[in-house]
């Protein structure tokens, strides 16, 4: 029986993504010209954040089963959206001022229940910058991670989980110092949320809880989590998805396209794939994240330690 990897893919080279953004741009330099914020990103975030809002609001008496069904099936859709669209502020992909796009990550956050907004963008642009980084990228397994989840059981249970994993990974492995705008998140957030138990009850929190936690697990949106750069192919760290959740999730799906050009918001990023497609069509790329799913879970050669990493070098130091 062939078993799982006991260490990391280790990569002597630099992340792939930088030295094709310079191939690509040489040969296509009209890409530049969709570089730039998404002008319907302000709309399309008030519209998931109210009709989730109201959604909680509309359950305050119903039971659990009927808030459960509706949190996987409706509002884990919502949320996960509300998550990747603070992604893509992150970037910022909504306006032109830094300022704004953090404050309307603030926003977006509301419904998902748990104060994150702030904190994730301070992560994830380091995810960018020094993809595979040993100790600097968090998006990578731990190696107690790795340790513990070794088999289809404990696969099961760490895929249900991984919003936490994901989450509280960097707060111990890497804690930064928490700023002022953490401060206004979180203030901000806990005031969201006691207002709606103070006003509906704990069914409607519940309800925004559950659907960020069960669309953060066993879910066909939470596919992305391990389909972007969990390696199934050992030549490749990076991994496109091009299915139709693509439309309720920023297109977070063109995942090579964006650690390419993440100055492209995600509305556009099909185009990079239409103009160069030569960079794109050899390598494997998922039609279904729940595919991708249960193959993390069957392949007895995959897990935690499936993710390619690298040293900090001197030169990406500075």
Known sequence: MVEMGQDFYWSHTDEPHASRRRLILSKYPQIKDLFGPDPWAFLKITLVVLIQLWTATFLYDAGWVKILMIAYF????????LFLAIHELSHNLAFSTPVYNRCLGIFANLPIGVPMSVTFQKYHLEHHRFQGVDGVDMDIPTLTEAHIVTNVI?????VIFQLFFYALRPLFVKPKPPGIWELINFTIQLALDASVVYIWGWKSFGYMILSTFVGGGMHPMAGHFISEHYVFKEEQETYSYYGPLNLM?????YHNEHHDFPRIAGYKLHKVKEIAPEYYENLDSY???SQVIYMYLMDCTVGPYSRMKRKLSTKRAN
Request: charged share 10%.
């Open 74 to 81: 409706f509002g884990s859709f919502l949320n996960h959206n």
């Open 154 to 158: 404990a696969k099961s249970i760490w």
């Open 249 to 253: 999730t920023w297109n977070v799906g």
């Open 287 to 289: 039609r279904s994240w």
